[in-house]
């Protein structure tokens, strides 16, 4: 395993095209793109970001209002690399990568951090 993390991490030293590959991998980083029409589904996005970068898998991002979940313009990307890519090609366009930042669930009442205010106490 350690001497498979240290090709990857000779990554910048290859060609722009070579994506080194970890048989089963224990890496996993994640990220984010915005500004992603909700119109494109998680299909075609993984089809045109894969032509770049193998085995991303993805995951749009939801939000609650009132009691409907509305699709944002946010997609969560999964890359089974040791480190984060600066930008991926979107539809031949280069796309920033955002480190994905996990939402901490934090207690409206007591402040806490962990659980919700229903759980409280
Ligand atoms: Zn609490």
Redesign the pocket.
């Known amino acids: 395993m350690e001497e498979a993390n240290a090709i990857v991490d000779l990554q910048t030293a290859l060609p722009n095209d070579w994506i080194p590959y970890i048989p089963n991998f224990k890496v996993l980083k994640i990220g984010q793109i915005f500004g992603i029409d909700t119109e494109y589904s998680i299909e075609t996005l993984k089809e045109a970001i894969e032509a770049t970068y193998r085995d991303v898998e993805l995951e749009r991002i939801y939000r609650k209002e009132k009691d409907e979940l509305l699709a944002t313009s946010t997609i969560k990307l999964y890359f089974k690399l040791t480190t984060l890519p600066e930008r991926i090609k979107l539809f031949g366009v280069a796309t920033k990568v955002y480190p994905y930042v996990f939402n901490v669930l934090q207690?409206?009442?007591?402040?806490?951090y962990g659980?919700?205010?229903v759980?409280?106490?």
């Open positions: 207690c409206k009442k007591c402040y806490r659980h919700a205010a759980n409280c106490g």
